[in-house]
Each structure stands twice: as C-alpha cells, then as structure tokens.
C-alpha cells in the first residue's frame, strides 16, 4: 500500500510562505494526494487535494511533481494560526479501498514564529 | 450546519465495561469512518463504511464493532473496554471514497 513520508517538525516566521514537503514514491495512477491538519484539541480539517495538476484554494497552493512521487504544501503568508499539525495522505479512487490507506501518518508539526 | 457530530464528547470507563460512541453527519455522505488518536500520534483507522450497508476493517479493528445504522449514522462500540482503547475517537465523512474527509470534534475516551 503507498505510504507518505514527512518531515515531523518545521519551522517558520509569520507572514513568510511555508513549504512542507511530502514523498509518496509508491503512490498509483487512481490516488489522490490530500493534505488536512490539525489543530491542537480539534478534528483534522480539510485543506486540499489534487491529483496530478497544480491546485490553488483560499487555503493553499499544491504542488505535484511531474512524476507524483512528491508534493508541496504552499502556505503564501504564514500566520499564527497556521500552527498545526499538517498531514499529507493519499485516497484511491474507484475500487473500495484497502482501510489501511486511509491511515494518517504522524504528520509534520509547524511551528509559526511571530 | 451541523456537518458530522459525535457524543458523548468525554467518557471515563472501567476495564470491562462497554459502551457505543455514536456518530452522524447531516452531508448526505456515502462513506463514514471512525479513527482513534492516541497522544503525540497520527490517527489510525479502526473501521469505515463505504456505503449505507457496508463496513470494513481498518488498521485497528480489534476490540471494536461498528454499525452502519442508515446513511446519517456509524456507531462505534467497544464491548469489553481495555486501558489500551484510552484515546481520542474520530468520526468522520465523505461524499465519496476519495472525497474530501469531514471530521467531528472528536470524543475522548478514558479506560481505568
């Protein structure tokens, strides 16, 4: 099953863009690539997802490299309470999907400095 | 908009006793699923339901049962409650297998 590899921690400084990284080098043609986070004592909220082009919403930007094996969360403007944990995971389309795929990793922790 | 709601919200139970978490989303989501959070970790699916009628088993399934009630509600129960199943219970939603999860607030379990 395709897993995601992300950093635990990063760092950044308000009002500064924020670039958190994901590899997913067994993803397969029907995954889509998701990212939610999580603040502290709350649910895991929606932030984006795409599958093979560029996505942009009021949240964020998502970067997929040509090869899908990695992206990129794009955070344009850092701010206080972007501090969260982030998580990338991959959902397969189509055929109902092995449960195990649909785990969260542990995510990485960003910290925004003021 | 309610979105997906859990209760109870806090739970202290003895080892041995049971309980069932209860979960419903107002969406009109097809798949719902239940995951457990344990502290400093990521979450881990225990079962989810595809469809109205179907469920299956996640990474975590032992020591749980899950019930589709109809397409609003997933209930979640835990027959012989363990010090092991002390964690934070998520429910959550979405419109398809590879939609978009909307999660509830979470329950927090507690097992003396």
């Known amino acids: 099953d395709a897993k995601t590899t992300q950093p635990n921690s990063m760092e950044s400084n308000e009002e500064e863009p924020v670039h958190l990284p994901c590899n997913h080098s067994?993803?397969?043609?029907?995954?889509?690539i998701h990212w939610y986070r999580q603040l502290p004592s709350q649910g895991p909220e929606y932030v984006i997802h795409?599958?093979?082009s560029n996505v942009n919403n009021r949240m964020a930007s998502l970067a997929i490299a040509e090869d899908r094996k990695s992206s990129t969360l794009i955070l344009h403007r850092a701010t206080l309470r972007d501090a969260a944990v982030y998580y990338c995971i991959l959902r397969d389309v189509g055929i109902r999907t092995s449960g195990s795929r649909l785990t969260f990793g542990e995510g990485t922790q960003l910290t925004v400095n003021p | 908009n309610a979105g997906v709601t859990q209760t109870p919200k806090f739970q202290v139970l003895k080892t041995g006793q049971s309980m069932t978490l209860q979960c419903a989303q107002d969406?009109?989501?097809?798949?719902m699923y239940w995951y457990r959070q344990d502290p400093g970790m990521g979450l881990r699916l225990i079962y989810y339901?595809?469809?109205?009628?179907?469920?299956d088993k996640g990474e975590v399934p032992n020591g749980y049962n899950v019930s589709r009630l109809n397409k609003r509600e997933f209930s979640l129960r835990l027959e012989s409650a363990a010090p092991s199943q002390t964690s934070v219970y998520f429910c959550a939603s979405s419109e398809a297998e590879a939609g978009e999860l909307f999660f509830g607030e979470g329950s927090r379990l507690t097992v003396l």
């Open positions: 339901s595809a469809s109205e009628g179907t469920t």
């Open positions: 067994t993803i397969s043609g029907t995954d889509y």
């Open positions: 795409g599958l093979t």
């Open positions: 969406m009109n989501h097809n798949s």
